[in-house]
């Protein structure tokens, strides 16, 4: 009966949580408690929506009522310890801060962009107090509203790891005192690539969802494309920045073209390019202009953006130039090495040389443990395979791929592809 208000809810959840957990973290000062307490607003409008209805403003609702929670919070926190003066300083001002007729704490946020709430809620979640694994696997929870297992399955590494560095960077924050901030100068600098890898992996997420039933998650996507651009303004001489922000429009302007009618992936050779949005490619190739004027020798994200630009440069798939996009995978190896690079160039040579040059890269990868049960491994072996008439093969990596795949839309294609090999 409430089947439709409980998918309402987890949409807004969804959409909403980064941005609630970044608005009561700067009240509390505290992002274990702020978590739980945008976790309480939840928990109400699952309590309340079902019999009151869904209301005008489901966001504002949310944010509201964490809101509330906080100042609760921060009530019996000065009640019990009233040494704190700058609790209650705290609380006095968002007193004065929040009315009854709370209309849309978003739009308040968006107003002042360098002081947007989920800037400092990064860059407070990557402190270098933190390493810089529990940084990003932080600031993936905390931002993308991602879970240990979708976070797990980015580092390519045990569940169990990751809420174990959660936990503990929590901890480390609240025990230093770390403020919720922007930094500025030298402090900036300082934290700038592990805010620049969060952002990264979120849009990687977003671009192909872990697990669930959609291949995208277009809303990870344009929150990491909002943050780029806003980084892009913060600290406009750093090149890596531009490649970032680069390599994230040109992305998204593939957005459309990336799945079909019934929400199918189609992938990147089959795609009707005439769906590419031609503003983002030309914001992105922009971008990918300023990095390379700011800074010759590029750098990772810039070396990705300029990959990116090789297929937003080719009006049909034919028109790609290959050989080129394998020399820069191999430049990328060389500054940034890591097997799923070198899967990736593996791709490249393949379209360049042919699939038995490719098999010949890829082949090398097979004793790489980070790599044995990621899907994309099987799934490209299996198509040099198909290419070179090596069915029965390629069939059994399909399959395989498909066994390892979490995601539905993912496990469907590869299953279906496995189908085709069939003699």
């Not at 019996?76 to 801060?97: V, Y």
């Not at 929870?141 to 240990?148: F, N, R, V």
């Not at 045990?158 to 919720?180: D, H, N, S, W």
Request: glycine share 6%.
């Amino acid at each position: 009966m409430h089947s439709g208000v409980h998918q309402a809810i987890a949409t807004v959840w969804r959409l909403e949580s980064a941005r609630t957990v970044a608005v009561v973290a700067r009240m509390v000062r505290d992002l274990g408690v702020a978590e739980e307490l945008a976790q309480d607003a939840l928990v109400s409008a699952l309590e309340h929506w079902p019999k009151d209805g869904i209301p005008q403003n489901p966001a504002a609702w949310l944010m509201t009522t964490a809101k509330h929670r906080a100042l609760d919070h921060l009530r019996h926190r000065q009640m019990a310890d009233l040494r704190h003066q700058e609790i209650g300083a705290d609380l006095q001002a968002l007193e004065a801060f929040t009315v009854p007729d709370f209309v849309d704490a978003l739009d308040v946020a968006r107003q002042d962009d360098i002081g947007d709430d989920l800037l400092r809620l990064i860059f407070t979640a990557c402190h270098p107090v933190l390493g810089k694994d529990a940084r990003v696997a932080l600031t993936l929870k905390l931002l993308g509203g991602l879970t240990t297992f979708e976070i797990a399955r980015a580092f390519l590494v045990p569940e169990a790891t990751i809420a174990q560095r959660i936990v503990r960077a929590k901890r480390i924050l609240r025990e230093a005192g770390v403020p919720f901030e922007v930094p500025r100068g030298d402090a900036l600098a300082e934290r700038l690539a592990s805010v620049l890898e969060v952002v990264y992996l979120v849009s990687n997420e977003g671009y192909t969802a872990t697990s669930g039933g959609d291949w995208m998650r277009p809303e990870l996507c344009n929150e990491a494309l909002r943050l780029a651009r806003m980084l892009a303004g913060l600290a406009p001489d750093e090149a890596e920045v531009h490649g970032l922000l680069a390599l994230l429009e040109i992305q998204a302007s593939r957005t459309a073209a990336r799945t079909d009618a019934q929400g199918d992936p189609v992938l990147l050779g089959e795609q009707d390019r005439s769906r590419w949005d031609r503003l983002l490619i030309r914001r992105g190739l922009a971008a990918l202009a300023r990095a390379q004027a700011l800074a010759p020798n590029a750098g990772p994200y810039q070396l990705q953006a300029a990959i990116a630009a090789c297929h937003a440069r080719a009006p049909v798939p034919a028109d790609t130039d290959w050989a080129h996009m394998a020399g820069l995978y191999a430049q990328l190896m060389r500054v940034a090495p890591s097997p799923v690079v070198e899967l990736n160039r593996a791709v490249a040579v393949s379209m360049a040389q042919g699939p038995a040059a490719g098999l010949a890269v890829i082949d090398g990868l097979h004793q790489e443990k980070a790599l044995q049960r990621y899907q994309w491994l099987h799934s490209v072996r299996a198509d040099f395979l198909a290419r070179l008439g090596r069915k029965a093969e390629a069939r059994e990596s399909f399959e395989r791929a498909a066994a390892l795949a979490d995601n539905a839309r993912e496990k469907a294609l590869l299953l279906a592809r496995a189908q085709t090999m069939e003699d």
